[in-house]
């Protein structure tokens, strides 16, 4: 049957073809490495029955289960927390446990903390006289956890050993797979002022009040995590790696001052108690109001609290259920303003508290920020299953917490503020509600790997933002924007899979390059419509559930067929870069007759193969063997081989619709880099239009060093361009082009 389309024809390229096969053979100082394609088997931890090799869950996945009850009462004159908890803890795993493990983060901020120990201090040739004080003058702030005690059911003392920020307890009895402990602890803490001694959590102190800004986290003794992947994770918390924590329910009653107004993780259950009559009606209103937040608590409510300062108390009792941590916010100052999300058929509250000095930025943007993010993290993965997600005003925070975040862009004093300020608060508030998705639900272990909440939150909240506004200035997420990470001095590197405390440049490391690869693969590597698919097998199979990175990569090739083996490696194992340029470019023109160097050629071919056939002959403009009058567009008419081929092959019908190139031009592409990626090549012609061609990453596996493309177009080519658009984070465009451009210098 004969053809009816001639995409490429066939005997043209033939000796193209030859000539690229032969010079991966042949050319000197040349290795071919395979490698950057090899299955990650040495990599990867090996499947099992908890974990399969499709990333999914297995058979035998089972998670602990930390179930709370809470009571803490808030010492504003003196900034002390005081508490005592209930923890009911269950074992699912199969083995019995003789101990379990409790955090005891606050620990960090201990007057006997090492975290300060191991970091490097130098001797600044100016200081502030504030910062001098508080290093070489003042006495350290005394914070962590003062344990009263750890009583079993019974009110029996048990016994337990603190390492730091870790505690461990021994069971009177070996807790075996089914069976539930319960145990009691009672503390107290003095709260640091995170402006001061920094913090994740604290207070903020306002001088012309007198009031402070209370955000508690890490405010009560936590249950580590116990998995099927590596016991306990009782990693120590020095400050760069976050928390691993199993989900639970929880009960909390929170006593404050009577003139505070709150919010925290979870469901307020006594919500008649603590808002007036007319915040209750206002609260109703925005639980129906769609369109814009509904001030639940007023500036002029929150004013006039500010002066009084009362000396009685009020209990705010909140429930939350399958969750792994709990946060609160408190503060006379707040302002409240909430509306309602419509998400998956049910309704969602987004709420934001704010002092003054938050406004006017912030009653006009927050919570409407909170309800647009809510809206895009779920059409990427799932729906949002909470019942409400709160941004909380505090200056220079950024913290998440289920349900609940802290976050900063605080205007002057006059109210003014600029488009910097603005686009970082909204910025801050997209990733901060972002986390209650990653890691709050797709509940990754932070305390090893940063990368796997803040890299793929960052990646989700620049699709948020861009959604926001498509010319938002985002920092991560574009290519582009992590060239100077990647371009940098290699010492100063180490990939991403990288225990977190061992980090230098944190930032572009866990959040930024991350973020830069996802996008990459989505656009240009593997197309939106599969990688949404993929990632949204990812976030749907591990909600509510503890995912490994081996868990991320196998979905996502599991639910795509796209082997990405390479990119995982290269992006995520190795500190390698991309810089692909144009090495060579040589114009072919056709013709009747051998050159010498073709003829040579064919000699030698005959020798191992039989003679395909009549030939067509291609000519380098520059070999010794071009001729001027060569320099023609190619017509088949002018090639007797080629025409007769066409003539007793095709019907006058099918050659009509024959392919008809003029010109021919073989371009090589070095990779001075050693980072595999696509190679995307556009084309521009002397009337100016362009042509735009993208060439999987698999180009490169023959030989990692070159690859060759030869390109038949109608038109001269006057121009040719790797990665026009900045897709691949190529860290030298200077070898992108052909002809070579002259850069200009800075002067210019």
Not at 210 to 218: D, F, M, P
Request: proline share 5%.
């Amino acid at each position: 049957m004969k053809k009816t389309s001639f995409i490429h024809i066939c005997s043209l390229f033939f000796l193209t073809s030859i000539y690229a096969q032969d010079s991966q053979k042949d050319t000197k100082n040349q290795e071919r490495n395979p490698d950057k394609f090899k299955q990650m088997y040495d990599l990867l931890a090996t499947p099992n029955m908890y974990r399969t090799a499709s990333g999914a869950p297995g058979p035998e996945y089972y998670q602990q289960q930390a179930d709370y009850k809470i009571d803490v009462e808030l010492d504003d004159k003196n900034q002390k927390l005081y508490g005592k908890e209930t923890i009911t803890y269950t074992n699912n795993a199969k083995e019995a446990l003789d101990y379990i493990w409790v955090q005891l983060d606050q620990n960090q901020q201990a007057k006997n903390s090492k975290t300060p120990l191991v970091q490097n201090t130098k001797t600044e040739p100016a200081i502030p006289a504030s910062a001098f004080s508080r290093r070489f003058l003042e006495e350290d702030f005394d914070g962590g956890f003062k344990i009263e005690y750890v009583n079993d059911v019974n009110g029996k003392p048990m016994n337990y050993s603190i390492n730091q920020t870790m505690m461990r307890i021994e069971l009177p009895t070996v807790l075996k797979h089914g069976e539930k402990i319960s145990f009691s602890i009672k503390w107290w803490y003095n709260i640091n002022n995170y402006l001061l001694d920094g913090g994740r959590s604290g207070y903020e102190h306002f001088d012309e009040d007198g009031n402070n800004l209370y955000i508690l986290a890490q405010f009560y003794p936590r249950m580590a995590v116990y998995n099927d992947v590596e016991g306990w994770q009782n990693q120590q918390f020095w400050g760069s790696g976050e928390f691993a924590l199993p989900f639970g329910n929880f009960e909390v009653n929170i006593t404050v001052p009577a003139d505070h107004v709150m919010e925290a993780t979870g469901v307020l259950q006594n919500r008649n108690e603590v808002f007036t009559a007319e915040q209750l009606s206002r609260y109703a209103l925005a639980e129906k109001t769609f369109d814009k937040p509904v001030v639940v608590v007023t500036q002029q409510e929150a004013m006039a609290a500010e002066k009084g300062f009362s000396d009685k108390k009020k209990t705010w009792k909140f429930k939350a259920e399958n969750v792994r941590d709990f946060g609160i916010a408190t503060s006379r100052k707040f302002i409240y303003d909430a509306m309602a999300v419509k998400l998956g058929g049910k309704n969602v509250m987004a709420v934001s508290v704010y002092p003054k000095e938050g406004n006017p930025l912030w009653g006009e943007y927050s919570t409407r920020i909170v309800a647009h993010t809510l809206k895009s993290y779920s059409s990427h993965t799932f729906d949002y299953p909470y019942p409400k997600a709160v941004s909380v005003h505090a200056q220079d925070q950024g913290m998440e917490y289920p349900m609940i975040c802290w976050n900063w862009g605080r205007p002057e004093k006059d109210g003014t503020y600029s488009d910097r300020v603005k686009n970082g608060m909204t910025s801050v508030i997209v990733h901060e509600v972002g986390h209650n998705f990653f890691p709050m639900i797709v509940n990754s272990d932070e305390r090893q790997w940063t990368w796997m909440d803040e890299g793929l939150n960052s990646f989700l909240e620049y699709l948020a933002l861009i959604e926001w506004d498509p010319n938002f200035p985002a920092d991560r997420g574009p290519a582009k924007n992590i060239v100077p990470y990647m371009s940098g001095d290699q010492k100063g590197l180490e990939p991403i899979m990288t225990n977190s405390e061992s980090i230098r440049q944190f930032g572009n490391n866990a959040y930024g390059k991350p973020a830069a690869a996802l996008n990459i693969l989505r656009e240009t590597v593997m197309g939106r419509e599969l990688f949404d698919y993929g990632f949204k097998t990812y976030a749907n199979r591990w909600k509510f559930k503890h995912p490994t990175p081996e868990d991320f990569f196998r979905t996502m090739e599991d639910a795509t067929a796209f082997d990405l083996d390479w990119f995982w490696r290269g992006w995520f194992y190795t500190t390698d870069y991309n810089d692909i340029g144009i090495k060579e470019v040589k114009r072919y023109f056709v013709s009747n007759e051998p050159s010498k160097e073709v003829q040579d050629f064919l000699n030698k071919r005959r020798r191992r193969n039989a003679n395909p056939g009549p030939m067509v002959y291609m000519i380098a403009e520059n070999s010794v063997d071009f001729k001027k009058e060569m320099d023609k567009p190619f017509e088949i008419k002018d090639v007797k081989a080629l025409d007769e081929y066409v003539q007793s092959h095709f019907t006058k019908e099918e050659q009509l619709k024959l392919n008809n190139p003029k010109y021919f031009y073989q371009v090589t592409f070095d990779k001075p880099g050693g980072l595999v990626m696509p190679i995307l090549v556009e084309l521009t012609f002397d009337d100016g239009t362009t042509e735009s061609y993208h060439f999987p990453a698999q180009i490169w596996r023959m030989n990692d060093l070159e690859a060759t493309r030869t390109f038949a177009t109608n038109k001269p080519v006057t121009k040719i361009t790797i990665d026009p658009k900045e897709e691949t984070a190529d860290i030298d465009t200077s070898n992108n082009t052909w002809p070579k451009e002259q850069l200009k210098s800075k002067f210019d």
